[in-house]
């Protein structure tokens, strides 16, 4: 089945700084999602971005997916950014959403 | 429109008991699943639903039962809960556009703890 990798596993930031969080899956995908999980456990859809650039606030993400690969860019970070970033696809002619491990994002004030 | 309700919030079990956890969606989706989270690790897919008298099984299925009678409804069941079972399971469901799987909406999750 489809292979998803994050990268970095985790990442400790200061308040302000910016980061980019990597995905990288194995083979073609209808759908690609980046979640952010906050400290109490609640999933939380950031994009939905099987393709192109997105932008909401201070995130942006970009899909490559000729090249399979996307990534979250996080600017000028907030410690209310800390907790685990998914991303999630669903193989191209499959059902099924297959997450990464996530990275973990602590952002210190 | 409240999206997707996971009940209940928190459950303790005995070894060997059963147990139904609930999912039910008001969006009228087609796709609806089942993951289990264990500590610092992503979500693994337990069994998934296309529609309403279909599915399948993910990657972490043994141990679990679901049915799809209704679009609305897709409970997980343990038949005989293991303290393996420990973990936080979360519910989604998505729409298919055009024959695609679109975006995904989850649950607020279920602690589960086996003792």
């Known amino acids: 089945g489809i292979q998803v990798e994050q990268s970095p596993p985790d990442l400790i930031l200061q308040e302000g700084a910016n980061s980019t969080l990597r995905c990288n899956f194995s083979d073609s995908v209808n759908n690609l999602q980046w979640f952010h999980q906050n400290p109490w456990g609640q999933l939380i859809n950031l994009f939905y971005?099987?393709?192109g650039t997105k932008q909401n606030g201070r995130l942006s993400a970009t899909t490559v997916a000729t090249e399979r690969y996307s990534l979250l860019y996080i600017s000028s970070s907030q410690t209310t950014d800390s907790g685990v970033y998914f991303c999630?696809?669903?193989?191209?002619?499959?059902?099924?959403?297959?997450f990464g491990a996530g990275t973990r994002l602590f952002v210190k004030a | 429109n409240a999206g997707v309700t996971q009940t209940p919030k928190f459950q303790v079990l005995k070894t060997g008991q059963s147990m139904t956890l609930q999912c039910a969606q008001d969006m009228n989706h087609e796709y609806m699943s089942w993951y289990r989270q264990d500590p610092g690790m992503g979500l693994r897919l337990i069994h998934y639903?296309?529609?309403?008298?279909?599915?399948d099984q993910g990657e972490v299925p043994n141990g679990y039962n679901v049915s799809r009678s209704t679009t609305e409804d897709f409970p997980l069941r343990l038949l005989s809960a293991a303290p393996s079972q420990t973990s936080v399971y979360f519910c989604?469901?998505?729409?298919?556009?055009?024959?695609?799987?679109?975006?995904?909406?989850f649950g607020q999750g279920t602690r589960l703890t086996v003792v």
């Open positions: 999630a696809v669903v193989a191209t002619g499959g059902f099924k959403t297959i």
């Open positions: 639903s296309v529609g309403a008298g279909i599915t």
């Open positions: 989604a469901s998505s729409y298919s556009r055009q024959g695609k799987d679109t975006e995904a909406f």
């Open positions: 971005i099987p393709s």
